[in-house]
Protein backbone atom coordinates (compact mmCIF):
# COMPACT_ATOMS: atom_id res chain seq x y z
CA UNK A 1 0.00 0.00 0.00
CA UNK A 2 2.50 2.36 0.37
CA UNK A 3 3.98 1.09 -2.60
CA UNK A 4 1.37 2.11 -4.60
CA UNK A 5 0.94 5.11 -2.77
CA UNK A 6 4.86 6.24 -3.18
CA UNK A 7 4.35 5.24 -6.93
CA UNK A 8 1.51 7.32 -7.88
CA UNK A 9 0.96 9.79 -5.28
CA UNK A 10 1.57 13.05 -8.19
CA UNK A 11 -0.64 10.78 -10.32
CA UNK A 12 -3.52 10.66 -8.21
CA UNK A 13 -3.43 14.48 -7.06
CA UNK A 14 -3.11 15.53 -11.02
CA UNK A 15 -6.46 12.79 -11.87
CA UNK A 16 -8.18 14.72 -8.73
CA UNK A 17 -7.33 18.49 -9.78
CA UNK A 18 -8.17 17.36 -13.45
CA UNK A 19 -11.80 16.00 -12.67
CA UNK A 20 -12.45 18.51 -9.28
CA UNK A 21 -11.65 21.56 -12.04
CA UNK A 22 -13.75 19.73 -14.20
CA UNK A 23 -16.54 19.26 -11.76
CA UNK A 24 -16.38 22.96 -10.59
CA UNK A 25 -16.94 23.87 -13.90
CA UNK A 26 -19.94 21.57 -14.78
CA UNK A 27 -21.58 22.95 -11.18
CA UNK A 28 -21.43 26.24 -12.78
CA UNK A 29 -23.28 26.11 -15.68
CA UNK A 30 -25.81 23.18 -14.07
CA UNK A 31 -26.31 24.40 -10.97
CA UNK A 32 -25.19 28.08 -10.28
CA UNK A 33 -22.23 27.69 -8.88
CA UNK A 34 -19.88 30.04 -8.19
CA UNK A 35 -16.58 29.03 -7.26
CA UNK A 36 -15.16 28.41 -10.79
CA UNK A 37 -17.45 29.98 -13.70
CA UNK A 38 -16.92 30.15 -17.82
CA UNK A 39 -13.92 27.67 -19.04
CA UNK A 40 -10.93 27.25 -19.93
CA UNK A 41 -10.52 29.83 -22.63
CA UNK A 42 -11.87 32.74 -19.80
CA UNK A 43 -12.96 31.86 -16.27
CA UNK A 44 -14.40 33.84 -13.68
CA UNK A 45 -12.50 32.42 -9.77
CA UNK A 46 -15.25 32.89 -6.82
CA UNK A 47 -17.34 35.38 -9.05
CA UNK A 48 -13.90 37.98 -8.54
CA UNK A 49 -10.81 36.33 -9.90
CA UNK A 50 -10.79 36.41 -13.81
CA UNK A 51 -8.11 34.46 -15.43
CA UNK A 52 -8.08 33.79 -19.29
CA UNK A 53 -6.14 32.14 -22.20
CA UNK A 54 -3.50 34.11 -22.88
CA UNK A 55 -2.49 31.93 -26.22
CA UNK A 56 -6.42 33.03 -26.90
CA UNK A 57 -5.80 36.25 -26.59
CA UNK A 58 -2.32 36.52 -28.28
CA UNK A 59 -4.74 35.31 -31.63
CA UNK A 60 -7.86 38.03 -31.07
CA UNK A 61 -4.56 40.52 -30.84
CA UNK A 62 -3.35 39.22 -34.28
CA UNK A 63 -6.85 39.30 -35.54
CA UNK A 64 -7.38 42.85 -34.68
CA UNK A 65 -9.49 42.68 -31.88
CA UNK A 66 -9.46 45.06 -28.95
CA UNK A 67 -8.59 43.72 -26.14
CA UNK A 68 -10.62 44.93 -23.07
CA UNK A 69 -9.43 45.65 -19.79
CA UNK A 70 -10.67 42.52 -17.96
CA UNK A 71 -9.25 40.02 -20.46
CA UNK A 72 -5.82 41.64 -19.87
CA UNK A 73 -6.36 41.31 -15.83
CA UNK A 74 -7.03 37.60 -16.87
CA UNK A 75 -4.20 37.50 -19.10
CA UNK A 76 -1.72 38.48 -16.37
CA UNK A 77 -3.60 36.40 -14.12
CA UNK A 78 -3.14 33.39 -15.42
CA UNK A 79 0.56 33.67 -17.13
CA UNK A 80 1.76 34.96 -13.64
CA UNK A 81 0.26 31.96 -12.73
CA UNK A 82 1.67 29.35 -14.47
CA UNK A 83 5.11 31.33 -14.31
CA UNK A 84 5.17 30.07 -10.62
CA UNK A 85 4.19 26.41 -11.10
CA UNK A 86 5.44 26.13 -14.61
CA UNK A 87 4.29 26.16 -18.03
CA UNK A 88 3.49 23.22 -19.12
CA UNK A 89 1.82 22.17 -15.35
CA UNK A 90 -1.82 23.61 -17.34
CA UNK A 91 -1.15 20.44 -19.63
CA UNK A 92 -0.56 17.82 -16.84
CA UNK A 93 -2.70 18.76 -14.19
CA UNK A 94 -5.45 20.89 -16.18
CA UNK A 95 -5.97 20.31 -19.37
CA UNK A 96 -8.68 17.44 -19.95
CA UNK A 97 -7.42 16.09 -22.85
CA UNK A 98 -3.94 15.06 -20.67
CA UNK A 99 -6.20 12.34 -19.49
CA UNK A 100 -7.06 11.36 -23.00
CA UNK A 101 -3.49 11.18 -24.23
CA UNK A 102 -2.29 9.66 -21.03
CA UNK A 103 -5.24 6.29 -21.54
CA UNK A 104 -3.78 6.46 -24.98
CA UNK A 105 -0.13 5.77 -24.05
CA UNK A 106 -0.64 3.80 -21.00
CA UNK A 107 -2.67 1.55 -23.85
CA UNK A 108 0.51 1.86 -26.15
CA UNK A 109 2.92 0.78 -23.34
CA UNK A 110 0.81 -2.61 -22.14
CA UNK A 111 -0.47 -3.44 -25.98
CA UNK A 112 3.97 -3.11 -26.78
CA UNK A 113 2.60 -1.56 -29.93
CA UNK A 114 6.01 0.90 -30.21
CA UNK A 115 7.53 -3.19 -30.88
CA UNK A 116 5.09 -3.64 -34.19
CA UNK A 117 6.11 0.03 -35.37
CA UNK A 118 9.65 -0.84 -36.46
CA UNK A 119 10.05 3.18 -38.33
CA UNK A 120 11.51 5.84 -35.51
CA UNK A 121 9.06 8.03 -34.21
CA UNK A 122 8.65 9.83 -37.43
CA UNK A 123 7.69 13.06 -36.47
CA UNK A 124 9.39 16.54 -35.05
CA UNK A 125 8.30 17.90 -31.67
CA UNK A 126 8.78 20.89 -33.19
CA UNK A 127 5.71 20.70 -34.79
CA UNK A 128 4.01 22.87 -31.99
CA UNK A 129 6.02 25.53 -32.63
CA UNK A 130 4.92 25.55 -36.44
CA UNK A 131 1.52 25.19 -35.61
CA UNK A 132 1.48 27.80 -33.01
CA UNK A 133 3.08 30.38 -35.80
CA UNK A 134 0.77 29.22 -38.25
CA UNK A 135 -2.51 29.95 -35.74
CA UNK A 136 -0.88 33.64 -35.59
CA UNK A 137 -0.70 34.03 -39.20
CA UNK A 138 -3.88 32.96 -39.82
CA UNK A 139 -5.24 34.61 -37.55
CA UNK A 140 -4.12 37.79 -38.30
CA UNK A 141 -5.12 37.44 -42.54
CA UNK A 142 -8.65 35.67 -41.74
CA UNK A 143 -9.74 38.19 -38.62
CA UNK A 144 -10.82 35.25 -36.17
CA UNK A 145 -8.97 33.48 -33.55
CA UNK A 146 -7.45 30.53 -35.72
CA UNK A 147 -6.83 27.99 -33.47
CA UNK A 148 -9.78 28.73 -31.21
CA UNK A 149 -11.90 27.50 -34.04
CA UNK A 150 -10.61 23.82 -34.31
CA UNK A 151 -9.15 23.75 -30.92
CA UNK A 152 -9.54 19.69 -29.71
CA UNK A 153 -9.30 21.07 -26.18
CA UNK A 154 -11.53 23.92 -25.48
CA UNK A 155 -14.27 21.18 -27.72
CA UNK A 156 -13.69 18.88 -25.26
CA UNK A 157 -13.60 20.87 -22.19
CA UNK A 158 -17.33 22.98 -23.68
CA UNK A 159 -18.48 19.82 -24.35
CA UNK A 160 -18.42 18.97 -21.20
CA UNK A 161 -19.59 21.91 -19.27
CA UNK A 162 -21.94 23.21 -22.17
CA UNK A 163 -23.20 19.53 -23.92
CA UNK A 164 -20.57 18.09 -26.04
CA UNK A 165 -22.36 17.22 -29.38
CA UNK A 166 -20.25 15.89 -31.95
CA UNK A 167 -17.11 16.83 -29.34
CA UNK A 168 -16.81 13.09 -28.56
CA UNK A 169 -15.56 12.38 -31.91
CA UNK A 170 -12.64 14.50 -31.61
CA UNK A 171 -11.69 12.80 -28.09
CA UNK A 172 -11.55 9.56 -30.14
CA UNK A 173 -9.63 10.85 -32.95
CA UNK A 174 -6.92 12.12 -30.37
CA UNK A 175 -7.17 8.85 -28.98
CA UNK A 176 -6.55 7.23 -31.77
CA UNK A 177 -4.01 9.23 -33.53
CA UNK A 178 -2.04 9.26 -29.84
CA UNK A 179 -2.58 5.05 -29.86
CA UNK A 180 -1.52 3.93 -32.89
CA UNK A 181 -0.21 7.00 -35.23
CA UNK A 182 1.97 8.61 -33.30
CA UNK A 183 3.05 8.17 -29.63
CA UNK A 184 2.59 11.50 -27.68
CA UNK A 185 1.05 12.53 -30.72
CA UNK A 186 -1.47 15.26 -29.86
CA UNK A 187 0.29 16.79 -26.81
CA UNK A 188 4.13 16.12 -27.58
CA UNK A 189 4.29 17.37 -30.75
CA UNK A 190 1.02 19.22 -32.57
CA UNK A 191 -0.53 21.01 -29.50
CA UNK A 192 0.62 24.72 -30.37
CA UNK A 193 -1.05 25.23 -26.87
CA UNK A 194 1.61 23.08 -25.54
CA UNK A 195 4.13 24.92 -27.35
CA UNK A 196 2.82 28.31 -26.44
CA UNK A 197 3.20 27.24 -22.62
CA UNK A 198 6.92 25.42 -23.13
CA UNK A 199 7.70 28.90 -24.24
CA UNK A 200 6.75 30.37 -21.33
CA UNK A 201 7.55 27.55 -18.94
CA UNK A 202 11.16 28.36 -20.11
CA UNK A 203 10.99 30.97 -17.22
CA UNK A 204 9.22 29.33 -14.65
CA UNK A 205 9.85 28.95 -11.19
CA UNK A 206 9.17 25.36 -10.54
CA UNK A 207 11.40 22.44 -11.69
CA UNK A 208 12.01 18.94 -11.51
CA UNK A 209 15.74 18.33 -10.43
CA UNK A 210 17.87 15.36 -10.97
CA UNK A 211 20.91 13.87 -8.61
CA UNK A 212 22.97 11.68 -10.90
CA UNK A 213 24.53 10.42 -7.42
CA UNK A 214 21.67 8.55 -6.56
CA UNK A 215 20.76 7.46 -10.25
CA UNK A 216 20.61 3.45 -10.81
CA UNK A 217 20.26 3.44 -14.13
CA UNK A 218 16.66 2.05 -14.45
CA UNK A 219 15.35 4.43 -16.67
CA UNK A 220 12.34 3.96 -15.19
CA UNK A 221 11.07 7.67 -15.68
CA UNK A 222 12.18 7.78 -19.56
CA UNK A 223 9.83 5.18 -19.87
CA UNK A 224 6.93 7.12 -18.51
CA UNK A 225 7.81 10.19 -19.25
CA UNK A 226 5.32 11.92 -22.14
CA UNK A 227 8.76 14.48 -23.10
CA UNK A 228 11.37 12.16 -23.40
CA UNK A 229 14.08 14.53 -24.29
CA UNK A 230 13.90 16.48 -21.54
CA UNK A 231 15.55 13.99 -19.43
CA UNK A 232 18.74 13.85 -21.32
CA UNK A 233 20.74 14.22 -18.45
CA UNK A 234 19.59 11.13 -16.62
CA UNK A 235 22.29 9.35 -14.86
CA UNK A 236 24.58 11.63 -16.78
CA UNK A 237 24.53 15.39 -14.39
CA UNK A 238 23.05 16.65 -12.00
CA UNK A 239 20.90 18.81 -13.38
CA UNK A 240 17.36 20.91 -12.85
CA UNK A 241 15.41 20.07 -16.09
CA UNK A 242 14.83 23.50 -17.07
CA UNK A 243 13.27 22.70 -20.60
CA UNK A 244 9.57 24.29 -21.30
CA UNK A 245 8.61 21.10 -22.61
CA UNK A 246 9.01 19.02 -19.13
CA UNK A 247 4.90 19.20 -17.88
CA UNK A 248 5.75 18.95 -14.41
CA UNK A 249 3.29 15.73 -14.32
CA UNK A 250 6.19 14.58 -11.72
CA UNK A 251 5.55 10.61 -12.83
CA UNK A 252 9.67 10.50 -13.19
CA UNK A 253 9.51 11.50 -9.42
CA UNK A 254 6.81 8.63 -8.28
CA UNK A 255 8.60 6.03 -10.26
CA UNK A 256 11.51 6.70 -9.57
CA UNK A 257 12.85 4.42 -6.22
CA UNK A 258 16.37 5.70 -5.79
CA UNK A 259 15.23 9.95 -5.04
CA UNK A 260 17.03 10.98 -7.77
CA UNK A 261 14.60 13.15 -9.03
CA UNK A 262 12.62 15.99 -6.87
CA UNK A 263 10.87 19.35 -6.99
CA UNK A 264 12.73 21.89 -6.37
CA UNK A 265 12.68 26.00 -6.52
CA UNK A 266 14.90 26.62 -9.81
CA UNK A 267 17.05 29.15 -7.88
CA UNK A 268 17.63 26.75 -5.06
CA UNK A 269 18.37 23.54 -7.91
CA UNK A 270 20.76 25.74 -9.76
CA UNK A 271 22.66 27.05 -6.46
CA UNK A 272 23.05 23.37 -5.54
CA UNK A 273 24.59 22.73 -8.64
CA UNK A 274 26.61 25.38 -8.73
CA UNK A 275 28.08 24.56 -5.20
CA UNK A 276 26.38 26.77 -3.16
CA UNK B 1 32.65 17.92 -68.17
CA UNK B 2 29.60 15.47 -68.98
CA UNK B 3 32.18 12.36 -68.52
CA UNK B 4 32.74 13.79 -64.56
CA UNK B 5 28.94 13.75 -63.78
CA UNK B 6 28.37 10.40 -62.37
CA UNK B 7 31.58 10.59 -60.42
CA UNK B 8 30.28 13.80 -58.59
CA UNK B 9 27.21 11.75 -58.19
CA UNK B 10 28.29 8.59 -56.57
CA UNK B 11 30.56 11.03 -54.47
CA UNK B 12 27.77 12.76 -53.16
CA UNK B 13 25.86 9.31 -52.44
CA UNK B 14 28.55 8.54 -49.78
CA UNK B 15 29.28 11.91 -48.78
CA UNK B 16 26.69 12.91 -45.59
CA UNK B 17 24.81 15.96 -46.33
CA UNK B 18 26.25 19.24 -45.29
CA UNK B 19 24.87 20.71 -41.98
CA UNK B 20 23.67 23.44 -44.09
CA UNK B 21 22.12 22.25 -46.92
CA UNK B 22 20.32 19.92 -44.20
CA UNK B 23 19.12 23.01 -42.53
CA UNK B 24 17.72 24.79 -45.90
CA UNK B 25 15.93 21.91 -46.80
CA UNK B 26 14.77 21.24 -43.49
CA UNK B 27 13.13 24.95 -43.38
CA UNK B 28 11.85 24.14 -47.08
CA UNK B 29 9.81 21.26 -45.79
CA UNK B 30 8.93 22.84 -42.88
CA UNK B 31 7.82 26.22 -44.69
CA UNK B 32 6.15 23.79 -47.37
CA UNK B 33 4.23 21.37 -45.02
CA UNK B 34 3.18 24.57 -43.37
CA UNK B 35 1.73 26.01 -46.55
CA UNK B 36 -0.32 23.29 -46.88
CA UNK B 37 -1.83 22.96 -43.43
CA UNK B 38 -2.56 26.72 -43.51
CA UNK B 39 -4.50 26.52 -46.43
CA UNK B 40 -6.73 23.52 -45.37
CA UNK B 41 -6.84 25.45 -42.14
CA UNK B 42 -8.06 28.50 -43.14
CA UNK B 43 -10.63 26.85 -46.01
CA UNK B 44 -12.48 25.68 -43.34
CA UNK B 45 -12.09 28.89 -40.80
CA UNK B 46 -13.55 30.75 -43.93
CA UNK B 47 -16.46 27.87 -44.11
CA UNK B 48 -17.25 27.70 -40.16
CA UNK B 49 -17.67 31.34 -39.98
CA UNK B 50 -19.63 32.12 -43.15
CA UNK B 51 -22.31 31.25 -41.19
CA UNK B 52 -24.83 33.92 -41.33
CA UNK B 53 -27.91 33.23 -39.81
CA UNK B 54 -26.97 32.92 -36.05
CA UNK B 55 -28.69 35.33 -33.29
CA UNK B 56 -26.37 36.41 -30.81
CA UNK B 57 -26.84 38.01 -27.35
CA UNK B 58 -27.97 41.53 -26.42
CA UNK B 59 -24.64 43.95 -27.39
CA UNK B 60 -23.08 41.90 -29.59
CA UNK B 61 -20.44 43.33 -31.55
CA UNK B 62 -21.07 43.15 -35.32
CA UNK B 63 -20.54 39.67 -36.39
CA UNK B 64 -17.63 40.30 -38.03
CA UNK B 65 -15.87 41.55 -34.95
CA UNK B 66 -18.16 39.51 -32.68
CA UNK B 67 -15.77 36.28 -34.06
CA UNK B 68 -12.66 37.80 -33.31
CA UNK B 69 -13.26 39.15 -29.57
CA UNK B 70 -15.55 36.27 -28.70
CA UNK B 71 -13.48 34.22 -26.36
CA UNK B 72 -15.75 31.63 -26.41
CA UNK B 73 -15.99 31.19 -22.54
CA UNK B 74 -19.81 30.56 -21.99
CA UNK B 75 -19.93 33.24 -19.11
CA UNK B 76 -22.58 34.97 -20.51
CA UNK B 77 -24.54 31.62 -21.07
CA UNK B 78 -23.58 30.76 -17.69
CA UNK B 79 -25.59 34.19 -16.10
CA UNK B 80 -28.81 33.68 -18.42
CA UNK B 81 -31.35 32.66 -16.01
CA UNK B 82 -34.04 31.26 -18.80
CA UNK B 83 -31.38 28.95 -20.35
CA UNK B 84 -32.13 31.14 -23.76
CA UNK B 85 -28.25 31.34 -24.47
CA UNK B 86 -26.57 27.99 -26.32
CA UNK B 87 -22.98 28.03 -27.04
CA UNK B 88 -22.02 26.38 -30.71
CA UNK B 89 -21.05 22.64 -30.27
CA UNK B 90 -19.68 20.69 -32.86
CA UNK B 91 -22.55 19.51 -35.10
CA UNK B 92 -24.54 22.79 -34.71
CA UNK B 93 -23.25 24.10 -37.48
CA UNK B 94 -22.67 27.47 -36.20
CA UNK B 95 -19.27 29.13 -35.75
CA UNK B 96 -17.74 26.70 -32.64
CA UNK B 97 -18.10 27.90 -29.11
CA UNK B 98 -19.72 30.98 -29.88
CA UNK B 99 -23.17 31.87 -27.81
CA UNK B 100 -26.62 32.05 -30.05
CA UNK B 101 -30.56 31.56 -29.56
CA UNK B 102 -33.01 29.75 -31.10
CA UNK B 103 -35.97 31.82 -30.21
CA UNK B 104 -38.56 29.05 -30.94
CA UNK B 105 -37.11 27.04 -28.24
CA UNK B 106 -36.09 29.72 -25.92
CA UNK B 107 -36.48 33.70 -26.96
CA UNK B 108 -34.62 36.47 -25.23
CA UNK B 109 -36.87 37.21 -22.26
CA UNK B 110 -35.16 40.84 -21.73
CA UNK B 111 -34.46 40.87 -18.55
CA UNK B 112 -33.98 44.37 -17.41
CA UNK B 113 -30.33 44.45 -15.78
CA UNK B 114 -29.21 42.31 -18.76
CA UNK B 115 -27.06 39.93 -16.36
CA UNK B 116 -25.51 38.42 -19.95
CA UNK B 117 -23.33 41.36 -21.23
CA UNK B 118 -22.03 43.04 -18.13
CA UNK B 119 -20.02 39.52 -17.20
CA UNK B 120 -18.60 39.61 -20.87
CA UNK B 121 -14.75 39.73 -20.25
CA UNK B 122 -13.82 40.60 -23.64
CA UNK B 123 -16.63 43.19 -24.78
CA UNK B 124 -17.74 41.13 -27.60
CA UNK B 125 -20.79 41.79 -25.32
CA UNK B 126 -20.71 45.62 -25.64
CA UNK B 127 -22.09 47.30 -22.60
CA UNK B 128 -22.13 50.83 -24.07
CA UNK B 129 -24.30 49.20 -27.01
CA UNK B 130 -27.34 48.51 -24.39
CA UNK B 131 -26.78 51.63 -22.25
CA UNK B 132 -28.61 55.09 -22.25
CA UNK B 133 -27.73 57.69 -20.00
CA UNK B 134 -26.12 55.29 -18.00
CA UNK B 135 -28.32 53.02 -17.63
CA UNK B 136 -28.66 49.82 -18.76
CA UNK B 137 -31.57 49.44 -21.53
CA UNK B 138 -32.84 46.53 -22.62
CA UNK B 139 -34.94 48.05 -25.29
CA UNK B 140 -32.52 49.28 -27.35
CA UNK B 141 -30.66 45.97 -27.80
CA UNK B 142 -30.69 45.10 -31.55
CA UNK B 143 -30.05 40.92 -31.54
CA UNK B 144 -32.49 40.96 -35.18
CA UNK B 145 -35.66 41.60 -36.65
CA UNK B 146 -38.86 39.76 -36.74
CA UNK B 147 -40.42 39.33 -39.58
CA UNK B 148 -43.92 38.29 -40.54
CA UNK B 149 -44.73 35.87 -43.71
CA UNK B 150 -48.36 36.92 -44.65
CA UNK B 151 -49.18 33.89 -46.44
CA UNK B 152 -48.89 31.66 -43.29
CA UNK B 153 -49.80 34.18 -41.05
CA UNK B 154 -53.01 33.21 -39.99
CA UNK B 155 -54.49 36.96 -38.89
CA UNK B 156 -53.64 37.69 -42.88
CA UNK B 157 -56.22 35.17 -43.79
CA UNK B 158 -58.89 36.80 -41.79
CA UNK B 159 -58.47 34.66 -38.22
CA UNK B 160 -58.59 36.56 -35.18
CA UNK B 161 -54.87 36.11 -33.78
CA UNK B 162 -52.56 38.60 -31.97
CA UNK B 163 -50.67 36.03 -30.55
CA UNK B 164 -47.36 37.71 -31.17
CA UNK B 165 -48.26 41.51 -30.71
CA UNK B 166 -49.22 40.46 -26.94
CA UNK B 167 -45.99 38.41 -26.45
CA UNK B 168 -44.27 41.23 -27.57
CA UNK B 169 -42.16 43.17 -24.37
CA UNK B 170 -42.65 46.64 -26.31
CA UNK B 171 -46.15 46.18 -28.12
CA UNK B 172 -47.62 49.07 -29.59
CA UNK B 173 -44.34 49.85 -30.84
CA UNK B 174 -42.62 47.08 -31.99
CA UNK B 175 -45.63 45.57 -32.95
CA UNK B 176 -48.89 47.37 -33.83
CA UNK B 177 -52.04 45.89 -35.32
CA UNK B 178 -53.71 47.32 -38.23
CA UNK B 179 -57.08 46.87 -39.16
CA UNK B 180 -58.23 46.78 -42.56
CA UNK B 181 -61.09 45.57 -44.06
CA UNK B 182 -61.70 42.26 -45.34
CA UNK B 183 -62.51 42.61 -49.01
CA UNK B 184 -62.50 38.69 -49.73
CA UNK B 185 -66.00 38.35 -47.09
CA UNK B 186 -66.73 41.99 -47.74
CA UNK B 187 -68.17 41.81 -44.02
CA UNK B 188 -65.24 41.29 -41.55
CA UNK B 189 -61.86 42.42 -40.95
CA UNK B 190 -58.06 42.08 -41.05
CA UNK B 191 -56.04 42.75 -38.06
CA UNK B 192 -52.74 42.17 -39.75
CA UNK B 193 -50.01 42.59 -36.95
CA UNK B 194 -47.28 44.97 -38.12
CA UNK B 195 -43.36 44.81 -37.35
CA UNK B 196 -41.41 47.94 -36.94
CA UNK B 197 -38.04 46.82 -37.34
CA UNK B 198 -36.34 50.15 -36.11
CA UNK B 199 -38.03 49.56 -32.48
CA UNK B 200 -37.89 45.06 -32.73
CA UNK B 201 -34.67 44.00 -30.48
CA UNK B 202 -35.18 40.84 -32.05
CA UNK B 203 -35.66 38.89 -28.63
CA UNK B 204 -38.00 36.24 -30.47
CA UNK B 205 -40.98 36.27 -28.00
CA UNK B 206 -43.21 36.66 -30.65
CA UNK B 207 -41.50 33.62 -32.58
CA UNK B 208 -42.09 31.39 -29.48
CA UNK B 209 -45.51 32.68 -29.22
CA UNK B 210 -46.78 31.81 -33.08
CA UNK B 211 -49.72 29.65 -33.13
CA UNK B 212 -48.88 28.05 -36.50
CA UNK B 213 -46.83 24.96 -36.79
CA UNK B 214 -44.18 26.64 -38.37
CA UNK B 215 -43.77 30.15 -37.20
CA UNK B 216 -45.26 32.57 -39.51
CA UNK B 217 -43.15 35.90 -37.65
CA UNK B 218 -39.57 34.96 -37.14
CA UNK B 219 -36.37 36.32 -36.55
CA UNK B 220 -33.71 37.15 -38.45
CA UNK B 221 -30.46 38.89 -38.12
CA UNK B 222 -30.46 42.64 -39.14
CA UNK B 223 -28.19 42.27 -41.75
CA UNK B 224 -30.44 39.74 -42.69
CA UNK B 225 -33.82 40.76 -42.75
CA UNK B 226 -33.20 44.27 -44.29
CA UNK B 227 -32.16 46.23 -47.72
CA UNK B 228 -30.46 49.37 -48.25
CA UNK B 229 -31.43 51.84 -50.98
CA UNK B 230 -28.09 53.43 -50.82
CA UNK B 231 -27.91 57.29 -51.78
CA UNK B 232 -29.52 57.42 -54.97
CA UNK B 233 -32.99 57.88 -53.71
CA UNK B 234 -34.32 59.85 -50.74
CA UNK B 235 -37.52 60.50 -49.46
CA UNK B 236 -39.62 63.45 -51.81
CA UNK B 237 -40.61 66.70 -49.81
CA UNK B 238 -38.23 64.97 -46.30
CA UNK B 239 -35.79 67.34 -44.81
CA UNK B 240 -34.98 64.76 -42.73
CA UNK B 241 -33.96 62.44 -45.68
CA UNK B 242 -32.60 64.68 -47.32
CA UNK B 243 -29.45 65.28 -45.29
CA UNK B 244 -28.65 61.81 -45.81
CA UNK B 245 -26.95 63.32 -49.36
CA UNK B 246 -24.95 65.70 -47.31
CA UNK B 247 -21.91 63.47 -47.32
CA UNK B 248 -23.13 61.68 -50.33
CA UNK B 249 -19.89 61.74 -52.98
CA UNK B 250 -20.03 62.79 -56.44
CA UNK B 251 -18.94 59.81 -58.92
CA UNK B 252 -17.03 61.04 -62.22
CA UNK B 253 -16.52 59.05 -65.02
CA UNK B 254 -12.75 60.59 -66.98
CA UNK B 255 -13.11 59.09 -70.77
CA UNK B 256 -11.38 60.17 -73.43
CA UNK B 257 -13.75 62.74 -75.00
CA UNK B 258 -14.61 63.85 -70.92
CA UNK B 259 -10.81 65.37 -70.57
CA UNK B 260 -12.39 68.42 -72.04
CA UNK B 261 -15.36 70.27 -71.33
CA UNK B 262 -18.05 68.63 -72.90
CA UNK B 263 -18.90 72.20 -75.57
CA UNK B 264 -14.91 71.60 -76.20
CA UNK B 265 -15.65 68.12 -77.19
CA UNK B 266 -18.41 68.57 -79.40
CA UNK B 267 -17.44 71.57 -80.60
CA UNK B 268 -13.59 69.92 -81.34
CA UNK B 269 -15.03 67.33 -83.34
CA UNK B 270 -16.66 69.71 -85.84
CA UNK B 271 -13.45 69.84 -87.16
CA UNK B 272 -13.43 66.15 -88.62
CA UNK B 273 -16.05 67.76 -91.15
CA UNK B 274 -14.19 69.95 -93.02
Not at chain 1, 11 to 36: D, E, H
Not at chain 1, 185 to 204: R, V
Not at chain 2, 80 to 87: A, K, N, V
Not at chain 2, 98 to 110: E, L, N
Request: charged residues 20%; hydrophobic residues 40%; neutral net charge.
Amino acid sequence: MQKLWDNYRYLFFRRFTQISLLVLYFGANAWGWNVLMGNLSSSLILGVIPMSDPYAALQMLMAGAVLSIDLLIGVGVATLFYLLIGGRAFCSWVCPINMITDAANYLRRKLEIDRVQTVKQPASRNIRYWVLGLSLVISFIMGVTAFEFISPISMVHRGIIFGIGFGWAAMLIIFLFDLFVLKNGWCGHICPLGGFYSLLGKFSLIKVHHSEENCTLCMKCKDVCPEKQVLYMIGKKSLPILSGECTNCARCIEVCDDDALRFSIRELALKRKTGE
Amino acid sequence: MSENRPEIKKKNKKQPISDRRRFILNMARGAGIATIGGFMWSAYIDEVTASELVLRPPGALKEDDFLKTCIKCGLCVEACPYDTLLLAKPGDNKPLGTPYFIPRDVPCYMCPDIPCVPVCPTGALDEASVTTDGVLDINISDMGVAVVDDESCIAFWGIQCDACYRACPILGTAITIEYEKNTRTGKHAFMKPIVHADACTGCGMCEHACVTEKPAIFVLPRENATGEAGSYYIKGWDKEDEKRLEDAGEIKTVTEISKESAMDSLNGSLEDLY
